[in-house]
């Protein structure tokens, strides 16, 4: 039987050709884009390279102006977040989006109670919600206290690991996120690019927008880089390293030397 999930696996998520325009200001130009079931995408690119917009075009956040959009090989049109939910691509935010006066259940089910309907309204079963929470962060080997324990008592690699539980409890395909270890201590990087790994594991694919190299090239299958609106750049893992990449941010390619940096003896 043919593996069809990771790197050589057919696109699961795909754009082509797209732009997106804010009046006179042109923010994607024609870029094309796909990723695969299992498979990690880093997305690199200087500030106004154009990340953070096209990661809103393919959450439904954003309609492209141009170009088509593509989910398991058909085309799609998202006008909201709640149609690219429906097909399953979820984005984590930089900041978690998380309520902290709740416990962790509630948060990962906030807005899709399990439950009946009733008269209109659905009749919330908390019972059925802890049981399922429990055994999704189980299924992703996310450990915490418990969970009753409210948001905010949690850390910042477990605030993290809570919004990516979220994101995955109703069967995403695709997973978007934004700096994912940007505010955590050294110490949770490491457990935060794990969990993004078992997700590779359960065949979602993941799309990480990432300035840090180290966490690039510790999960990721793939680099895309955008320069100025466009496509840059794109390589598995395996045929490139950090000193090109961080080229391709700048907007040259080639780029062998080492940086300052990298010199720095530890």
Known sequence: MTDRTGPAAEPLLEARGVKKYFGAITALNGVSFHVAPGEALGVVGDNGAGKSTLMKVLSGLYTPSEGELYFAGSP???????????????????????????????????????????????IIDRDLARRMAAEHLDKLKIHVKSIDQNVEELSGGQRQAVAIARATAFDAK?????????????????????????????????????????????????????????????????????????GWIMGTKGHTQSFAHDKVQH
């Open 174 to 246: 695709v997973v978007i996120m934004d700096e994912p270890t940007a505010a955590l201590a050294i110490k949770e990087v490491g457990k935060v690019l794990d969990l993004i790994k078992s997700l590779k594991e359960h065949g979602v694919a993941v799309i990480i927008i990432s300035h840090r190299m180290d966490d690039i090239f510790y999960c990721c299958d793939r680099v895309m880089a955008l320069y100025q609106g466009a496509n840059f750049a794109d390589a598995p893992l395996k045929d490139t390293n950090r000193n090109e990449v961080i």
């Open 76 to 122: 799609v049109k998202f006008h909201s977040p709640r149609d690219a939910r429906r097909v399953g691509i979820e984005m984590v935010y930089q900041d978690f989006a998380l309520a902290g006066n709740m416990p962790i259940y509630e948060n990962i089910y906030l807005g899709r109670e399990p439950g009946r309907k009733f008269a209109g309204l659905t």
